[in-house]
């Protein structure tokens, strides 16, 4: 069920939050959670364990699938945008060359929000990107170059 | 997924993508001169110009130009480049040309109001009718002194007076009921004729202006009052006005510089340069004397914006246009200088 399959996500954040030092107000507050429930998480209760496997898995696919996916099951911007930055165990290296026309368009497809435009020229937060690559595949003067690390 | 939506109305059209901003390309067919160079300049061959010299001279109902809305990025680089803004890209409906980190040309036509005499003729001259004059005119009784008048016991009402009068400022009523003669004083220019022409002498009229000068007449008065205004939109700046202002009121700042060249051999003269040429440079030649035998085309490059919607129309490659310097506004990314330096040739 997709609802378990969220719920699986929402536990493996809470459980990466924590660890990085986040208090359950906080996890309540980026999940959109209330906090007994993130308490009930943390604890492993009120959740099967098969849907915290499955929510494994997703987490362990290529990045852009990891991602829209990921969308896909909980259908908010800014909830998949916590659960992505926080499970994903990859980080990225990015590049823009000086192709680049500053279209924006990179900046509208990426679901991330990690992409900014200065001077005509688009400025990607590595911190932010989870190399889903949306953004260099459809770049019209192929400018940008994305390595994982 | 993120995708354009394209609007046409009429010739015109609009390409739209809104994601996290709104961008919107706007096109105006009325003021684009089909001279190419967005084609030229699109860095996704989004852009096909028309058969310029056809849709030109036969007015077909169709637009110059034609945006690939699946291709285009909405970069704004034909905008940027268009030198006669018939492209506008519009991000969260703020003109790309007014902000800072885009470039644009450095061009302009102003006419400097204090200067100006009111006469009209850039307006006249003007190839796009961009420049509307609007002037007041002084009152013509201020021009003018003297006086008038009529002994209605004397005038005979035969209305020759009305008839004769050039600045129209008699009535005469000849209904032998309600006879009748009224002179508007506003209108009269004290010329006399009526008093001349009266056959039985009723008229006693003076000019003051004629027998003791203008000493009761302030220039003040005399003066044009007047606006001028170019449409920014329709301008091209290619120079006429500067050229054709007896009082040196008008400034144009052009773009391009250049070079026009006509190769006279190839010429067909068939015409369709100086149909499509957006600054009446181009011309058939017109004999002064019998027998004359001028070049085919002839160019006044004065006004030549260096576009080059001549060359790209003309059907036997007989007109070729430089561009050897392009003057806008510095921008920080390489690739649009690099565009923007390709356009010279």
């Not at chain 1, 800014?78 to 980080?91: A, L, M, N, P």
């Not at chain 1, 680049?100 to 497809?109: A, F, R, S």
């Not at chain 2, 920014?232 to 500067?242: S, T």
């Amino acid at each position: 069920m997709p609802k378990h399959i969220v719920s699986g996500l929402k536990y493996l954040t809470a459980v990466e939050l924590r660890k990085q030092g986040h208090t359950q107000r906080e996890i309540a507050d980026v999940l959109d959670m209330d906090r007994s429930t993130v308490s009930h998480y943390l604890n492993g209760r009120n959740l099967s364990w098969n849907s915290i496997e499955i929510a494994e898995t997703i987490t362990n696919l290529c990045p852009k699938d990891f991602l829209l996916l990921t969308y896909a099951l909980v259908k908010d911007e800014e909830k998949t945008r916590s659960i992505v930055k926080t499970c994903s165990k990859r980080k990225y290296e990015v590049h823009i060359n000086d192709t680049c026309i500053g279209c924006g368009l990179c900046v509208d497809l990426c679901m991330m929000n990690a992409i900014v435009l200065k001077n005509l020229k688009a400025h990607i937060d590595s911190n932010w990107c989870c190399g889903c690559l949306i953004c260099e595949e459809r770049c019209p003067t192929s400018s940008i170059e994305i390595l994982e690390v | 997924m993120i995708a354009n939506t394209k609007e046409v109305k009429g010739k015109d059209f609009d390409v739209k993508r809104s994601a996290e901003e709104k961008r919107e390309l706007i096109y105006k067919d009325d003021i684009c001169v089909g001279c190419g160079i967005c084609e030229n300049i699109c860095p996704v061959e989004a852009i096909e110009l028309g058969s310029i010299g056809a849709i030109v001279r036969t007015e077909a109902d169709e637009s110059k130009i034609c945006v690939d809305e699946d291709k285009c990025v909405l970069c704004g680089m034909c905008s940027v480049g268009c030198p006669v803004d018939a492209l506008d890209l519009k991000i969260d409906d703020v003109s790309i040309k007014t902000m800072d980190s885009y470039p644009s040309y450095i061009s302009s036509a102003e006419i400097d109001n204090e200067t100006c005499i009111h006469c009209k003729a850039c307006e006249i001259a003007c190839p796009r009718e961009a420049i509307t004059i609007a002037r007041e005119l002084p009152d013509r009784s201020k021009l003018v002194t003297g006086e008038i008048e009529v002994d209605k016991d004397t005038c005979v009402y035969c209305g020759a007076c009305e008839e004769m009068c050039p600045a129209d400022a008699i009535r005469v009523d000849q209904d032998i009921d309600s006879r009748d003669i009224e002179i508007d004083e506003d209108k009269c220019v004290y010329c006399l004729v009526c008093k001349k022409v009266c056959p039985v002498d009723a008229i006693r009229a003076a000019c003051r202006t004629c027998s003791y000068g203008e000493y009761d007449i302030d220039p003040a008065d005399a003066e044009i009052k007047g606006e001028s205004f170019i449409d920014d939109e329709l301008c091209v700046r290619c120079g006429w006005c500067e050229e054709i202002c007896p009082v040196d009121a008008a400034t144009v700042k052009k773009a391009f510089k250049g070079e026009l060249n006509i190769d006279q051999d190839k010429c067909t003269t068939c015409g369709a340069c100086i149909d499509v040429c957006p600054c009446d440079v181009l011309s058939f030649h017109q004999a002064s004397k019998p027998g004359e035998i001028g070049e085919k085309v002839e160019k006044d490059e004065t006004f030549c914006i260096y576009c080059g919607a001549c060359e790209n129309v003309c059907p036997v490659e007989a007109i070729d246009v430089k561009r050897t310097d392009i003057d806008y506004t510095p921008t920080k990314s390489k690739s649009w200088k690099n565009k923007l330096e390709s356009l010279k040739t």
